[in-house]
């Protein structure tokens, strides 16, 4: 495997992980995002080979078996991994990847030695989180118990990362992150 680092961030639903990480590929473009593969449905707003490579569950088992996947984890009732090709084809075009993976991505890869840079985002306070999950409209009230229940577990792994950033407020948290990053790529 290259040197070169490989950023991952993982953060409870609901932090807002997903338009941070929008802000990094917006202000540095030699990050590129890494496209993983799951076998949960596509959703309208979602396009093939963009927001994911979408696979079927046996073609993921065969990927699985043939090695391919420098991690995968299952989350709910889908599996979802990176590809050794997609790290790959990043590096070949000479910029660094971006990973958003679960937490147990995060900790798989630990394990397998890749110059990992990992980071935690975390909400500034579960009630915070609570009142963020409830404004998105998107959930039930018990739905929301079970989002806030896991996020606590989670919360308590966040020193296995290398850094923790806390989504206080999006521009604030991203000029961190991208802080963090620049330390790293110079
Ligand atoms: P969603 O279904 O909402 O797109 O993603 C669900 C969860 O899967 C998120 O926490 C996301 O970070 C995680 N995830 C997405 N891609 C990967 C991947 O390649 N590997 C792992 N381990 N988790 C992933």
Redesign the pocket.
């Known amino acids: 495997m290259d040197s070169r680092p490989i950023f991952v961030i ?1 953060a409870p639903s609901g932090t807002g992980k997903n338009s941070l990480i929008h802000i990094l590929l917006d202000k540095e473009p030699r990050l590129t995002y890494s496209i ?1 593969s ?1 076998t ?1 449905a596509m959703r309208s707003n979602e396009v093939d080979g963009v927001s994911y490579h979408f696979l079927s569950h046996a073609e993921f088992k065969k990927r699985i078996e043939e090695g391919d996947f420098l ?3 299952q ?1 709910l009732d889908n599996f ?3 590809e050794k090709r997609e790290i790959e084809r990043i590096h070949n075009a000479d910029k660094f990847p971006i990973l ?3 937490i ?2 995060a900790e798989s890869l630990r394990d397998k030695k890749v110059p990992l840079v990992s980071f935690f985002i975390a909400p500034p306070s579960l009630e915070e989180l609570r009142q963020r999950l409830r404004k998105r409209g998107s959930e039930t009230e018990a739905q929301i118990q079970k989002r806030l229940e896991l996020a606590k577990l989670e919360l308590l792994q966040k020193d296995r990362f290398d850094y923790t950033v806390v989504n206080d407020r999006l521009d604030r948290a991203a000029e961190e992150l991208l802080e963090k990053i620049h330390s790293h790529i110079g």
């Open positions: 993982s993983s799951t949960r991690e995968y984890a989350v979802y991994g990176t958003d993976i679960d147990q991505g």
